[in-house]
């Protein structure tokens, strides 16, 4: 095995433990910033709704409020709004979604699961949190569910104190068993924005590409700069050198000699080798003349 090829083996080596240890120090980076971007777009898609539930109750509820009395209009529940809005989203990613989860809904369809029940417990719990992100394991993939809690303000009191206070229209829609009892200023639900983590793991992909092939690249121009200089510095002087003794061993004495110019180790040993050269001729012509 020539020189060129152990210092080769030791770089390739070096190459592999170094990308090894490069990614896997990079990793919770990497994870970190592609959670980060999740939860950024599930918070703007999360302002969206909420654009769309206040622009429906200071718009729109006003104008529908008069005629609650002979039908209700779903288009004045500001959640109704807001999921309408997403289904547009929706539409396009399948797997996005927004929900607006509650304990005690007015429609069933609204009723907490048991995860989402466990989201609202948890904001009832901590009523300084405004938000909070969690990660579930689907049948279809895990998924990053952003959640925000929604509380009871006193214009919902209109419509989910008693069944007796609610809009008659309402209650002939929805019936007087849900709904109803809620308290001023009471956590009821909570917002949840869901978005699958596959896309997370493609922006991992990306951003461990964006990491890793500079380091690559780096690790190939060393390489060619290390051979490069171990060609002109070492291994030619070297061969050159090997060759020169060879050609004395056999007798060539009149071989010409090789001069190294630079001042350093390869240098020392031309000089040495061909002063040895030199002293070998001269004894072997003074033995001559004896």
């Not at 990308?19 to 999740?38: H, K, Q």
């Not at 959640?147 to 069944?163: Q, W």
Request: proline share 6%; charged share 20%.
């Amino acid at each position: 095995m020539g020189l060129r090829t152990k210092f080769n083996l030791l770089l390739l080596v070096v190459a592999i433990v170094g990308v090894g240890l490069f990614s896997l120090a990079a990793e919770p980076l990497v994870d970190a910033v592609a959670r980060e971007e999740m939860l950024q777009s599930s918070r703007i898609m999360m302002e969206s709704a909420a654009g769309a539930r206040k622009y429906t109750s200071e718009q729109i509820a006003p104008v529908l409020k008069p005629l609650i009395g002979e039908k209700f209009y779903p288009q004045s529940v500001s959640a109704y709004a807001a999921k309408r809005n997403f289904d547009v989203i929706h539409a396009k990613f399948a797997d996005y979604s927004y929900r607006e989860a509650a304990l005690n809904p007015t429609n069933p369809s609204d009723r907490a699961t048991d995860w989402e029940a466990d989201i609202i417990n948890d904001f009832r719990s901590h009523p300084e949190k405004d938000e909070t992100s969690v990660v579930r394991a689907t049948a279809t993939g895990p998924m990053l569910e952003l959640a925000r809690p929604l509380t009871n303000k006193p214009a919902c009191m209109e419509c989910h104190s008693t069944a007796d206070a609610a809009p008659a229209s309402m209650v002939a829609l929805y019936g007087r068993d849900n709904g109803f009892g809620w308290k001023p200023g009471e956590i009821i639900g909570a917002q949840i924005v869901s978005v699958p983590m596959a896309a997370s793991a493609v922006r991992v992909s990306h951003i461990r590409s964006l990491f890793v092939i500079p380091f690559l690249l780096f690790m190939a121009l060393l390489f060619i700069s290390v051979n490069v200089l171990l060609n002109f510095v070492v291994v030619r002087p070297i061969e050159q050198i090997a060759k020169t003794a060879e050609a004395i061993s056999l007798g060539e004495l009149k071989t010409p000699e090789y001069h190294y110019t630079k001042k350093d180790q390869i240098g020392r040993l031309s000089a040495s080798f061909n002063r040895m050269h030199r002293s070998l001729a001269q004894a072997l012509k003074m033995l001559g003349e004896d």
